[in-house]
């Protein structure tokens, strides 16, 4: 399961990568390519569909980052080692084999 939302979380980096480099900052971007106002729905729906895409891919990568941070977090408590109860008792030494 873990490595699908990695794939998922790199094809989706990929993808807004992509996006954001097809933008211009200045307003016209992919959209000022095309000929015709008329190619794709016109410069205002391209813009759009542009943005939005970028910013659902932002989410879906943010989503699956925090997916994949709760299936694989530990509890901060007491580690999985120390849980079960050590022998902790040493073994009874005689008086007289005290040494100095």
Not at 18 to 44: C, E, I, R, W, Y
Not at 62 to 71: P, Y
Request: aromatic residues 4%; glycine residues 12%.
């Amino acid at each position: 399961m873990g490595t699908l939302l990695t794939i998922l979380i790199i094809i989706a980096s990929i993808l807004l990568v992509l996006l954001v480099l097809m933008q211009n900052p200045k307003g016209g971007g992919l959209s000022t390519d095309f000929g015709s106002a008329q190619q794709l729905g016109g410069v205002k729906q391209t813009n759009d569909f542009i943005e939005k895409a970028t910013w659902s891919l932002a989410g879906i990568i943010g989503i699956l980052s925090i997916a994949m941070t709760l299936m694989y977090h530990e509890p901060s408590g007491v580690p999985a080692n120390d849980a079960a109860p050590q022998d902790t008792e040493q073994p009874a030494v005689p008086a007289g084999d005290v040494s100095e």
